[in-house]
């Protein structure tokens, strides 16, 4: 698309533009009502931004006749791209439908909410198209600053104003070494679009010592994003701390867009110097995967106890930055659109069993799920094996392909240290499945009987859908991969 | 010889097409209809488990009987259509190979797997084992079961159980073989875990779940090697593949097969990752039968078939395999003359029995392996069967006095056989089976294994001639003691005077009728199974009555085509296997010899054991070997503290050191801050917010000193 005139960069950012207004219109309407009280505005406003993300995934999809692979503005409108937003607006979906209830029970402002999470998904999306550092770095902010927000949006949790500010100061912190290794590379290339970086760094040696720094510090920036070892301090708490809807999602949006950006820049456009942060991603990939999952071996908390898990994915998505051949980058986007439905399914039913609250978290109240609760019980475990990696769940599809694209690249030793560490992370995932299924419900005195649950209908769809998803994707992945080698940026 | 009706019935369009080639829906019926009891079952049983259903009687008794007649029919239709396809196959004079493939599951660059199913000769005797004995122990399960709550729940894991079972016998390629074997591996870990309220048994699910995973390592690595190799990961392509990639004894080769050894002996509970067996157990009986003796835990065995060529090729990694085979039989047969819980003693059998397949599969006597994995099917599915006949018969007699005996001690039982007659001679069956006494089954196929090794030890250029007769030596001792330990069994259950506490011998009874007819037939089988695959050699002998016995060598035949190309390395590098045993004397000679001594073995452990058992032998046996062999080597006490107890230490070193200490401060100090001043201020003096920039300093840092130094 050519970006000769300003009409063609709206429609180009078209799915952000709908987004943004529609934004900005739950905000106006929040004004205009000042009535907290109103117990339905949930569902109203969770409906409105649903027809927002509806929306603005219309546009995307009328996005595709003007995909190209290589544009020469900032904003990409390539297949790629278009994929990052499908992923994102199925996060963002789920993430306003298993809200709603939740905001209404917890009373939070609730046009605030909504437009914060419509914002962060923005800044995610315009973050994945862009082909300059700058846009990627208002696109990180945008989203990050949403989130800080939404992490600490109920005034009486201290928990979540502690995550809030936690994340607040600690993404500051990360955001300023991002900053500086842009400003670093600008400095070695004379550019921050990355396609005259990608021109600029066609013979560069391991001499300019400037942007390779640059580099580092720009890949430090996104490691502490995605939350990969040692820079993923912050997760636990903050997943723990935070709404639960909103851990969610964190845990997959975030994580996503993240990915979607670390790969374009890095896998594509400063692979030709590899060989100054190839050996480094070795080493944080395998540190992340086995140390994580070590460590989630012994979590109690079920937040805490996915925020491991979810660095632990950071690890093994790491491998296909590293490897970027094509099918790591399959690898990247089935495995990224899989673990947001899987992932946001589980955080359904965390809701569910919370009782729209933030109580219930420990393993051990999932005992007995299975019985009570069977359908709710059923559809988490799958979503759990999923994530482990099951054969004919999505997640196992997922893994394969990132193997295989591991081994291509002769990444033996970390193809090897991802199927031990998954077959670790089974361990806690299926600790999980069985409390649901195999344990009674403890019969202790002092706490009073879990309450019924009841599944509010946004929740079921939420449960059900990721549930058909997850396994359509195992048995039938054909299509989807179909899909996705269309979408590639290594064409 | 077959029914010429039967015939057309089969060859009518309903289940083939124009060329006569199956239809691919027919096979799929097998896999289907176990998956369709699944769920219906376990709709049933999430219908039950509401807690408003539960006070209405009526209506889940109605439920009951659907479960009873959907979860063995669904595995009985399976068996009548394997049944048709084996007919099929027969009738075709020459087994041929069917393959179906359904759709791409997985296409990648360079990598494909598609979801397909093969059914050869190999397959079909795995697939007539799973859904025969299957069906049997459902039937069985009808019984045992009746007055269980989760008895839906129960139903549906098993039918899950056998769907995935036969995923994994009848897929094409060894993705799809993968997909079963954690399947099985998922359903064996829930019906342990059957009786969830024990907490014991709970976490014997968790540890078999465990040490399964190690061996899925071992597979993985072993089918992506193989793909990298070969390129493809289907039968028939590694099969074409094979010999023009590999070399005999090549590097390559060896190391695919040891990580395919790894995967069987995860699964088929061999050394050292056996320790999962014994304690699975603790699941319900007819699912120690099914799962841990007949069907799962021989996999292994079906992998290492499955790559004969591999195999045969890597002469290093099948040596091992029959080491570890080998050295598995006799060292859990040691164990198993110890024991006095009477479904220990059978796990242990098993391990051992399961030793017995490793070692023929190891001596490139494949056949003999299958051969020995069916008939193993048959009497140890018995076994396990009738010791849950004596278990719930124990069970209810000691409720009715109630006693707080342990109804599965054999020291609180004796003299069974008044009040159980019917179960008792079955199970005599049975054991002679398993002791090697001719002419039943066990005979046949465990004869022929030693007899292979013994021979593999002579051949023309045997890789490892003294082994292997070290190895025959082993398997001896080991037949000698099974012999021993399954009379001890039999005498210590069944014989003797009654040593149960006063009144609650005469409320045992015989086993019910729905359970007795399982067993009769697999008594039955016990006795005849053997009788498919017995040499010429054998036949013409006194052991084949001079030929008079309805006797074959048919599966010989039948099993060939699949490890034909197996054969094939073997002659070309090893040359003929010798025909006389490593101290002389002919098969016969030893064939006789081995039931003689089996058989005064038996006959005189039941003299012996019959005068000296007396009630109030309840005491610990006081002997170090004793002691040694009834704390089963202390092995898993040696895993626990090596091992087990580390791991967990690293685990929450990791976390208490890098994570938690942090937080745990963190948390107190918001606590307490928030009563202070302000918390916000507080928050920067925690030291939390700090340290967490430190290290994320500290880790740029030393990002950034390795990449330019």
Known sequence: ?491 | MINPHLNLFIESGLFVDGNMNWKPIMPAIIILAPLIGFIINGAISLYLNRPNVNSKGESSNGLKRIVSVVGPGSILASFIVVGLNGFRMLLAGHPTTFNANYWTWLQTSDFQVNVGIQIDTLSIVMMAVITGVGFLIHLFSIGYMESEKGYARYFAYLNLFVFFMLILVMGSSYPIMFVGWEGVGLCSYLLIGYWFEDEEKASAGKKAFIVNRIGDLGFLLGIFLLHSALGSVDYVGVAENASGVFVYGGGLVTLITLFFLLAGVGKSAQIPLFVWLPDAMAGPTPVSALIHAATMVTAGVYLIVRSSVLFAMAPVTSALVAGIGVSTALFAATIACKQYDIKKVLAYSTISQLGYMFLGVGVGAYTAGVFHLVTHAFFKALLFLGAGAVIHSMHHALHKVHSEDDPQDMRNMGGLRQYMPITCFLMWIATLAISGVWPLSGFFSKDEIIWMTGSFAMAESSPFPSLYKIYWVMAVATALMTAYYMTRFMVMTFHGKNRTVDGAGSAIHETPKIMLIPLIILGFLSFFGGWVNVTPHLMESVIGGFGALPMTDWLHHWIEPVIAESHHIQLENIGETGHVSPVGGGEVFWAVLSTCAAAVLVIGTTYFKSKSLSYGVLGEDSGTISRFLYNKWYIDEFYDKWIVKPLGQMSKFCWLKFDQGFIDRAVNLSGRSAKGIGWFGSLFHTGQVNTYAFFLTLGLLAVLITVMF
Not at chain 1, 79 to 91: E, I, Q, T
Not at chain 1, 93 to 119: D, G, H, T, W
Not at chain 1, 369 to 379: N, R, T, V
Not at chain 1, 474 to 487: D, N, R, V
């Open chain 1, 1 to 491: 698309m050519s970006f000769l005139n300003q009409w063609n960069y709206f429609l180009a950012l078209g799915p952000q533009a709908i987004l943004t207004t529609f934004a900005i219109g739950i905000l106006l309407f929040g004004v205009s009502r000042n009535n907290t009280s109103d117990e339905h505005q949930g569902w109203l406003l969770g409906r409105i931004s649903l027809a927002g993300v509806i929306a603005a995934g219309i546009v995307n999809a009328g996005l595709y006749p003007f995909a190209d692979r290589l544009s020469d503005g900032i904003v990409a409108v390539d297949r790629y791209a278009l994929f990052s937003n499908w992923v994102l607006l199925l996060g963002s979906a789920m993430a306003i439908l298993i809200s709603i209830s939740y905001v209404e029970k917890q009373r939070i402002q609730v046009p605030e909410y909504f437009a914060l999470l419509l914002f962060a998904t923005v800044g995610l999306m315009l973050m994945t198209a862009s082909l300059d550092l700058m846009l990627v770095f208002i696109g990180l902010e945008i989203a990050s600053i949403s989130v800080y927000a939404l992490a600490t949006i109920d005034q009486r949790s201290p928990k979540g104003s502690e995550a809030g500010l936690k994340y607040f100061l600690l993404g500051a912190f990360s955001t300023g070494i991002f900053l500086y290794g842009v400003a670093l590379i600008y400095g070695s290339t004379g550019s921050a679009n990355l396609t005259e970086i990608l021109n600029a760094t066609v013979d560069a040696d391991d001499t300019g010592v400037m942007l390779i720094t640059g580099v580092i510090m720009l890949a430090v920036g996104f490691c502490f994003k995605v939350g990969v070892v040692p820079f993923h301090m912050w997760t636990p708490d903050v997943y723990q701390g935070s709404p639960m809807p909103i851990t969610g999602y964190m845990s997959v949006a975030i994580k996503a867009g993240a990915f979607f950006t670390f790969y374009r820049i890095f896998g594509i456009y400063l692979d030709n110097i590899q060989f100054s942060w190839g050996t480094v991603f070795w080493w944080l990939a395998l540190v992340t995967m086995i140390g994580a999952n070590l460590v989630a071996l012994v979590q109690n908390n079920i937040k805490r106890l996915l925020a491991y898990s979810g660095i632990a994915h950071s690890g093994y998505l790491l491998i296909t930055v590293l490897a970027n051949n094509t099918t790591s980058e399959s690898g990247l986007l089935y495995y990224l659109a899989v673990y947001t439905v899987a992932n946001m399914g589980l955080f359904a039913g965390f809701v569910l069993v919370a009782n729209h609250a933030e109580h219930r978290v420990e393993v051990s109240d999932y005992a007995g799920l299975g019985s009570k609760q069977p359908f709710i019980a059923m559809a988490l475990t799958v979503f759990l094996l999923s994530l482990g990696g099951f054969p004919a769940t999505g997640g196992f599809i997922g893994k394969i392909l990132i193997l295989r694209g591991a081994l291509e690249d002769n990444y033996l030793l970390l193809a090897i240290a991802l199927v031990i560490s998954t077959l670790i992370s089974y361990w806690y995932y299926l600790r999980l499945a069985w409390f649901m299924w195999m344990k009674e419900q403890a019969a202790t005195p002092n706490t009073e009987k879990a309450p019924e649950i009841e599944i509010p209908l946004a929740l079921k769809l939420v449960l059900a859908v990721s549930l058909v998803l997850i396994v359509y994707a195992g048995i039938f992945p054909s299509q989807l991969i179909g899909f996705i080698e269309t979408s590639l940026l290594k064409g």
